[in-house]
């Protein structure tokens, strides 16, 4: 088969018809010869008259085959199929050769794991390059560093090297690396033809876009190649929920398991189980249709006090890397809890029956007590773990010297102003004093210094601290504060707002003071003049989750999060962080480097399992990563979806089931022949000059 790399050219055969036009002009030109006698005329023999028109044709089709053969030079023919060209037979091309390495990558197939089946079809494209090819290997999870990309000339020992990698656990939209690769192509068009190879299992949604932006004048080939030759299915684990804070030792869990199911034509039963520090505690049983969503409830035995890791496990299927989803939790100690009120509220004692609700619960969450007056003491500090201050009005020195015993002994602290404060102008003076950001009032509501609790949506990472409240609290985001007052200067009355939707104001400010946890509310919480909460069942959740925060004198961070995701660690006040290391899965550790800092974010989520944080050997704190749930959907894209997307491009889509050679190598126009065609017409032009010189000698 002929094809032209440059058919503009071609519009030259029209030159081809020039001999032919200036042939038949010739024929109706006259020319006016002396001769001696009409006799020379007979001497003329019929069979030299035919000689000479013969060698005349000829002469024009020598002329017209030159003017064709050199009009198809520069329109570049290429044959393939002649002479047992194969894939190793191409024109010289740049080819950039992304592959998927993306967590569904993991899928094991009948053949093998896909990633493995993926490599083996690029082993067999690089093969087939040639020392005047060169090519750019980029897995799909890489950054866009373009000027560190180099071009690599075939070597069979790279490749060799390359053939070592491995499947991330990430998930990564392969867009923009597509379009990031059309930019990377050599400006020398002439030299070189541009082909761009994606070899990507085609789960459903893998591009991540609608659309792609690539140079369609620039000559780009795009190929997709497939592997999966028949329809992947897959069960996973999406995530492990707990009831709120409610957590506390002596008390069993109810833990909820998020199950999903992707492809698949039958209805199928699962059994997850749970481990606690990797021992197996109990089973769930769920029905999951195809293509749906379950839950499975199941209840585990009382918890110690300490950290642990909450896994929920399948059985093994194809994508072993989501069947497992696990959270770390901190169950506190059962604290003492001290409230301390100066006379009885004004109106109902919604504060107190929380506490003494908690108290009286089965297990019992706390060790619950009253005081009329804030301690001043170190023994009446000493005995007690954490304090709820319910009012503000106490004389500045009284207030300094409880915040400094605190922090001495390691005592916690719930600040809650009341209707009855006059003004909180003693409580800023004394944090003033002691250093500490708490201030109430305006400058409480800017966001400096501590843990503050805005509108998570208003000021993303400010509320990592507290969104345990509102992830482990049903409902809690659509409470409502009524009364935001200035307490420097009250204000009459005072606009309703969301707390989580509406709004940037700041509810909860939390600071750390040596090993006390210091909480500052900038509302009465016990009040249903300021706030909906206490008519409601969120109050007493939300009483017990601040004093379990309290409690938590590790660093805080998320329980969960998704493989590949920042980690912001946050500790409270300024620390050195020398002699902290994380510990990951696989024996992985990761030594945080020394200086003085407030908070760390840790980036090496590479892998789903526990990571557990220590502090000069001892553990302080952890979280889990588990796999994006949307790896987990290996189901393929749609035909009509990628028909649309990759629509007005150069675009080729390989089958699993078909040959690589037949439907990559031979898009690449085979052998180039422009060089043959240029020996042909200098040989016709040669043979033109001797037929030419010989009519010119029998005229």
Known sequence: MLSFLNPLALFGLIAAALPLVIHLLSRWRTRTLDFSSLLLLRKVQSRSVRRLRARQWLLLLLRTLIIILLVLVPARPAVRGLFGTGPEDHLPVEVVIITDNTASTRYVAGRGMIFNLLHAKIDRLVGWLGPADRYMLLEASFESHLDSRDWISPDPDKLKAEENLLPGFGSVALAPVIESAGRMFSADRDRYEREIYLFTDRQRGFLGADSLVIDTAAGIRLYLVDIHETGPRNTAVKSVGLPGELVRPGAPLEVTVGLTRFGGDSVMQVFPRIYLDGRLVGQGEATLEPDQEAFSVVEIPPLEPGYHELAAELDADPLAADNRRSIVLMVPEVPRVVLVERGLPAGPDFLGAALQVLSNSRAGAIRFRRAADLPGSPAEIGEADVFVVHGLDYPRSRIIAFLAELRRQGRHALFIPRDGDQSPREFNEAVRRLELPLELGGLARLGQGGFDLPQPERQPGKGEVFDRLFAGIGGLSQARLFSMRDLEQPEAGGAAWDLATRGARIWLRMVRAGDANLIVSTVDLGSDEETELPDTPLFVPLVHSLVTMLGDTGPLMRRS??????????????????????????????????????????????????????????????????????ESDVRLELDSRLERIFAGLNFNHVAAGSALEDGVLLGRGGVEIWQWLLIAALVLLGIEQLVANRRRDEE
Not at 564 to 575: K, P, Q, R, W
């Open 561 to 630: 999060v998704t493989v590949g995701d920042e980690v912001t660690i946050y500790f409270g006040g300024t620390v050195n962080t020398a002699g902290m290391e994380i510990h990951g899965p696989g024996g992985a550790r990761y030594l945080l480097p020394p200086g003085e800092r407030d908070r760390w974010v840790f980036e090496r989520t590479g892998e789903p399992g526990a990571y557990w944080l220590y502090r000069d050997g001892r553990l302080a704190g952890g979280f889990g990563a588990g796999l994006d749930v949307r």
